[in-house]
């Protein structure tokens, strides 16, 4: 054998079911050294590690999704059996990790992998809650009966990891051997629970009575899985996670948003005018400081799923909510990505991961945007303040935004399951794990993950598409008006002041607005206004509809710009009362009540942020379905929204 096929690592796949610790036991064994990526083909995630044996041979561990069988159709079983039966990559061990407290039902993918002739060790983890419970495991015996080594293991605690190094080791040097009295390969699933009862029953003893966590367990389930006070349970729960994310992640979204405003006001002050300075700060400083704000919220709302998830209560959850959500086609795992959209659809997209259905992800995935995100609340208070001046009607034409947003998203889950993603969300099969501490170090593995996942994208796909808007805005350049040249002329004969600072201030935003209209941005406006004349949209209107795919939020600096203000996206009363009065091109007012209610319709149910169709497309794997939602999203919003306009219109509303 030459040196460079001796130095290569062994190949070591961690299998197992849902909730075995296995997650717990790669985060132990690789800790910092691993990185997530899709299976080739699929958006099903692998995880992937580096650690050593017991001899410092080197081992390449990959964490499978948990699966309860490699036979089935779902994309978990898929996924597996293709990287166990790669060619290219050749499996050398693999650890089946087993729950001691459900040894039986373990045992069938177990025998599984042990019909198809795999050199298999069992680590049999979670050896400290079935000693709790009363329950025993005869080793030697099971091991005898399976003809292979089992380590008794307590991942969280790091016990028995020496031994689980040491038997990889030994089991990759030998000849696979078939266990006693196994069922031949490929046989079926009931025939392998039967095989897996019997070896159960041989090596495994257990008290009769119920231990005080199993009672404690039972007496606290009662009120969490009941069907209301489980959903009081539930709402509590999540507001809790929604009011943690927003507020703890505000210090640091602040804090990053101040660095990117200070690297931009750097680059502006270090290079000369020209079009790298405004490329650097305006196109990918700015662009980029609009994405990567949310990362705080990404990393934490991962960090707090994988603590729920590692106590337990993320599947009692589910269970809560899957018999609301199933009526509109919908899983009960869709509840966290949902709740998360309301902050930014791009983590709750991301967390559709905890969905383990493909048909029932992708339904997720495509109804997350209508959940009205924080991005959208300058909108909202802009147009809302135009419609109500009275606070007591705006209050409730919000609630009403919200209301519309997670309505809209609801129905059109069920059209979808009707139409081009027929089918019924998949049954859960689901089981109840014990209640435990969660691990701190999965969680913050987890949120590590899920940011640099973030971060790949934002410095890929979404920085693209922040110097493709930037450019489309900003060129083709043109003359600065004469209005504007007089007063910069104005301003030079000026004594240095406030005065003078007001004339350039004036300047610059006659510049501006010129600039924004000139630009191939607003060239297109101007030709597709005729498309918007049913929304009552001018061509200022439909420039600020096309700069705000960028981000919604852009739409406020946008309109204030085109009114001749600076370009701030803040609203205020100043604001508010100069967009209030912007005309059209004769003169008569542009925000009327007709108009604004359907700007407003068409911002709660449009598709208006290229970064987040970009995330989709990176959790789907295809473009046809971020083409698909831009499509529905914006025919639903335009068609809505004209119907609002003409029904106030025939109502006497201007």
Same mark, same amino acid.
């Given at each position: 054998?030459?040196?460079?096929?001796?130095?290569?690592?062994?190949?070591?796949?961690?299998?197992?079911?849902?909730?075995?610790?296995?997650?717990?036991?790669?985060?132990?064994?690789?800790?910092?050294?691993?990185?997530?990526?899709?299976?080739?083909?699929?958006?099903?995630?692998?995880?992937?590690?580096?650690?050593?044996?017991?001899?410092?041979?080197?081992?390449?561990?990959?964490?499978?999704?948990?699966?309860?069988?490699?036979?089935?159709?779902?994309?978990?079983?898929?996924?597996?059996?293709?990287?166990?039966?790669?060619?290219?990559?050749?499996?050398?061990?693999?650890?089946?990790?087993?729950?001691?407290?459900?040894?039986?039902?373990?045992?069938?993918?177990?025998?599984?992998?042990?019909?198809?002739?795999?050199?298999?060790?069992?680590?049999?983890?979670?050896?400290?809650?079935?000693?709790?419970?009363?329950?025993?495991?005869?080793?030697?015996?099971?091991?005898?009966?399976?003809?292979?080594?089992?380590?008794?293991?307590?991942?969280?605690?790091?016990?028995?990891?020496?031994?689980?190094?040491?038997?990889?080791?030994?089991?990759?040097?030998?000849?696979?051997?078939?266990?006693?009295?196994?069922?031949?390969?490929?046989?079926?699933?009931?025939?392998?629970?039967?095989?897996?009862?019997?070896?159960?029953?041989?090596?495994?003893?257990?008290?009769?009575?119920?231990?005080?966590?199993?009672?404690?367990?039972?007496?606290?389930?009662?009120?969490?899985?009941?069907?209301?006070?489980?959903?009081?349970?539930?709402?509590?729960?999540?507001?809790?996670?929604?009011?943690?994310?927003?507020?703890?992640?505000?210090?640091?979204?602040?804090?990053?948003?101040?660095?990117?405003?200070?690297?931009?006001?750097?680059?502006?002050?270090?290079?000369?005018?020209?079009?790298?300075?405004?490329?650097?700060?305006?196109?990918?400083?700015?662009?980029?400081?609009?994405?990567?704000?949310?990362?705080?919220?990404?990393?934490?709302?991962?960090? %707090? !799923? /994988? =603590? #729920?998830?590692?106590?337990?209560?993320? *599947?009692?959850? +589910? @269970?809560?909510?899957?018999?609301? &959500?199933?009526?509109?086609?919908?899983?009960?795992?869709?509840?966290?990505?949902?709740?998360?959209?309301?902050?930014?659809?791009?983590?709750?997209?991301?967390?559709?991961?905890?969905?383990?259905?493909?048909?029932?992800?992708?339904?997720?995935?495509?109804?997350?945007?209508?959940?009205?995100?924080?991005?959208?609340?300058?909108?909202?208070?802009? %147009? !809302? /303040? =135009? #419609?109500?001046?009275?606070?007591?009607? *705006?209050?409730? +034409? @919000?609630?009403?935004?919200?209301? &519309?947003?997670?309505?809209?998203?609801?129905?059109?889950?069920?059209?979808?399951?009707?139409?081009?993603?027929?089918?019924?969300?998949?049954?859960?099969?689901?089981?109840?794990?014990?209640?435990?501490?969660?691990?701190?170090?999965?969680?913050?593995?987890?949120?590590?993950?899920?940011?640099?996942?973030?971060?790949?994208?934002?410095?890929?796909?979404?920085?693209?598409?922040?110097?493709?808007?930037?450019?489309?805005?900003?060129?083709?350049?043109?003359?600065?008006?004469?209005?504007?040249?007089?007063?910069?002329?104005?301003?030079?004969?000026?004594?240095?002041?406030?005065?003078?600072?007001?004339?350039?201030?004036?300047?610059?935003?006659?510049?501006?607005?010129?600039?924004?209209?000139?630009?191939?941005?607003?060239?297109?406006?101007?030709?597709?206004?005729?498309?918007?004349?049913?929304?009552?949209?001018?061509?200022?209107?439909?420039?600020?509809?096309?700069?705000?795919?960028?981000?919604?939020?852009?739409?406020?600096?946008?309109?204030?710009?085109?009114?001749?203000?600076?370009?701030?996206?803040?609203?205020?009363?100043?604001?508010?009362?100069?967009?209030?009065?912007?005309?059209?091109?004769?003169?008569?007012?542009?925000?009327?009540?007709?108009?604004?209610?359907?700007?407003?319709?068409?911002?709660?149910?449009?598709?208006?942020?290229?970064?987040?169709?970009?995330?989709?497309?990176?959790?789907?794997?295809?473009?046809?379905?971020?083409?698909?939602?831009?499509?529905?999203?914006?025919?639903?919003?335009?068609?809505?929204?004209?119907?609002?306009?003409?029904?106030?219109?025939?109502?006497?509303?201007?």
């Amino acid at each position: 054998m030459s040196g460079n096929v001796a130095a290569l690592p062994l190949r070591v796949v961690l299998a197992g079911n849902p909730n075995t610790g296995k997650t717990t036991l790669f985060n132990t064994l690789c800790g910092l050294r691993a990185k997530t990526a899709n299976y080739p083909g699929t958006t099903t995630a692998l995880r992937i590690g580096a650690t050593t044996a017991g001899t410092d041979a080197r081992l390449e561990v990959i964490d499978l999704p948990g699966l309860y069988d490699l036979t089935g159709s779902s994309p978990e079983s898929t996924v597996a059996a293709g990287v166990l039966d790669s060619e290219a990559q050749p499996c050398d061990v693999v650890v089946m990790v087993v729950d001691a407290c459900n040894l039986a039902r373990n045992l069938v993918l177990t025998g599984e992998l042990l019909a198809q002739g795999r050199r298999v060790v069992v680590a049999l983890n979670m050896m400290d809650v079935a000693r709790a419970r009363g329950i025993a495991v005869d080793i030697a015996a099971l091991a005898a009966e399976l003809n292979s080594p089992v380590v008794p293991i307590v991942a969280r605690r790091r016990e028995g990891l020496d031994a689980l190094r040491r038997a990889i080791d030994s089991a990759a040097k030998t000849v696979a051997a078939a266990p006693r009295q196994l069922p031949a390969a490929g046989a079926s699933i009931d025939t392998l629970m039967e095989w897996a009862d019997l070896v159960s029953a041989r090596v495994m003893r257990s008290t009769a009575a119920p231990t005080t966590a199993d009672l404690l367990t039972e007496h606290i389930d009662r009120y969490v899985t009941h069907p209301l006070y489980g959903l009081v349970v539930f709402v509590a729960v999540m507001l809790g996670l929604f009011w943690t994310l927003l507020t703890l992640a505000s210090v640091p979204m602040d804090i990053i948003e101040a660095l990117f405003g200070e690297l931009g006001s750097s680059l502006s002050r270090a290079l000369p005018v020209g079009p790298v300075r405004d490329l650097l700060a305006q196109g990918i400083i700015g662009g980029l400081s609009g994405t990567i704000v949310f990362l705080p919220q990404i990393a934490l709302l991962f960090f %707090l !799923i /994988s =603590l #729920l998830e590692d106590s337990g209560y993320l *599947a009692r959850a +589910a @269970f809560v909510m899957d018999g609301r &959500l199933s009526r509109f086609g919908l899983p009960g795992q869709a509840f966290v990505p949902l709740l998360t959209s309301h902050a930014c659809a791009i983590p709750g997209i991301m967390s559709a991961r905890l969905i383990p259905n493909w048909r029932d992800r992708l339904v997720t995935i495509l109804v997350a945007p209508f959940m009205s995100c924080s991005a959208r609340l300058p909108v909202y208070v802009l %147009l !809302i /303040s =135009l #419609l109500f001046p009275n606070p007591r009607w *705006a209050a409730v +034409a @919000f609630a009403g935004c919200y209301a &519309l947003g997670g309505m809209a998203g609801l129905l059109t889950a069920r059209l979808f399951g009707s139409t081009a993603l027929k089918g019924n969300p998949r049954p859960m099969v689901l089981e109840l794990p014990p209640y435990r501490v969660p691990s701190l170090t999965n969680a913050l593995l987890a949120a590590k993950d899920q940011a640099m996942a973030f971060l790949r994208t934002a410095g890929t796909v979404i920085m693209a598409i922040c110097i493709v808007m930037w450019w489309l805005s900003s060129y083709p350049r043109v003359a600065p008006p004469a209005e504007a040249q007089t007063l910069r002329a104005q301003a030079a004969t000026m004594p240095a002041g406030e005065a003078q600072s007001q004339v350039q201030q004036r300047a610059t935003e006659i510049e501006a607005r010129a600039s924004q209209a000139g630009s191939f941005v607003g060239r297109f406006g101007h030709v597709s206004q005729p498309v918007f004349a049913p929304l009552g949209f001018d061509w200022q209107l439909t420039v600020g509809i096309m700069t705000s795919f960028l981000a919604r939020e852009v739409f406020v600096s946008t309109m204030s710009v085109l009114e001749g203000g600076s370009g701030t996206s803040d609203v205020d009363a100043g604001v508010v009362s100069r967009i209030r009065g912007m005309t059209r091109a004769d003169g008569t007012p542009l925000f009327t009540t007709a108009t604004s209610a359907a700007a407003l319709v068409f911002f709660v149910l449009a598709m208006q942020c290229l970064p987040t169709l970009a995330v989709t497309r990176r959790e789907t794997g295809s473009i046809k379905y971020p083409a698909m939602q831009f499509a529905y999203m914006s025919s639903l919003a335009y068609v809505a929204a004209a119907i609002v306009r003409q029904g106030l219109l025939a109502a006497g509303f201007q």
